[in-house]
Every structure is written in C-alpha cells, then in structure tokens.
C-alpha cells in the first residue's frame, strides 16, 4: 500500500477524498459519494474533513 498523502492531480476540494481513496485501493468516487452522502446525517463531518485536510501532507 502506498502513503497517504494529499495528491497534487485530481482534486475537488483539498484532495483528502482522492488521497485516501488511493491509500486503500478503493473508487475516488465512492470515497466522495459516502462523504457527500455523510453529511446529509448529523455530526462533525465537515469538521472532520478539514482535519483531515490539515493532517495529511500534501504530495511532492
């Protein structure tokens, strides 16, 4: 499994979605459409993102 790290192609936003995607092997665009989906729901979703915006490094 590679790193996970915040791709410098192929982002939306901030790349998280895409970089975690990459990390686990799974569909960019399942990762974006259960984060989407999550947000419908109550809690700290967009908090969450952000965070995780933060914490993971950008690619070189």
């Known amino acids: ?3 996970l790290e915040r791709p410098r192609d ?3 936003i901030a ?4 970089g975690i995607a990459h990390r686990f092997g799974w569909s960019v665009g399942l990762v974006r ?3 989407v ?10 908090l969450f ?3 995780l915006w933060i914490l993971i490094p950008s690619a070189p």
């Open 49 to 51: 993102y952000l965070f």
């Open 15 to 18: 790349g998280v979605c895409r």
């Open 37 to 46: 989906v999550s947000c419908v729901l109550p809690g700290p979703q967009v």
């Open 10 to 12: 192929g982002r939306m």
């Open 1 to 3: 499994m590679s790193s």
């Open 33 to 35: 459409l259960a984060f």
